[in-house]
Nanobody, 124 residues
Framework: QVQLVESGGGLVQAGGSLRLSCAAS????????MGWFRQAPGKEREFVAA????????FYADSVKGRFIISRDNAKKTVYLQMNSLKPEDTAVYSC?????????????????WGQGTQVTVSS
């Protein structure tokens, strides 16, 4: 079992930055691939970024590539999402997820555990 708790959301002006954190419980965190997803009002949850257990490989949605950075600290059992140059269209609830796999995963159904999410609001 893995429990995930996100933090770091808030209100920021367009062009600003936020760093989200996702703290995990469980002894096998380092063996999980991790991902960030977001869901805006009235829209489906969408993939944002993913990282494998060793942090060597990462993958991003086109909409955030070059602006967001995913990273992880296995010793702290935490995954991060650094969000720069934020836009109003980035406004959403951001959730982290864990998948029992050694590869990058981008599909929601491939993830086994989910956090509750943290709200990010970008004002224009």
């Amino acid at each position: 079992q893995v429990q995930l708790v996100e933090s770091g959301g808030g209100l920021v002006q367009a062009g600003g930055s936020l760093r989200l954190s996702c703290a995990a419980s469980g002894r096998t965190f380092s063996s999980y691939a991790m991902g960030w997803f977001r869901q805006a009002p009235g829209k489906e949850r969408e993939f944002v970024a993913a990282i494998i257990w060793s942090a060597i490989n990462t993958f991003y949605a086109d909409s955030v590539k070059g602006r967001f950075i995913i990273s992880r600290d296995n010793a702290k059992k935490t995954v991060y999402l650094q969000m720069n140059s934020l836009k109003p269209e980035d406004t959403a609830v951001y959730s982290c997820a864990a998948a029992r796999t050694l590869t990058i995963v981008t599909m929601k159904r491939e993830y086994d555990y989910w956090g509750q999410g943290t709200q990010v609001t970008v004002s224009s």
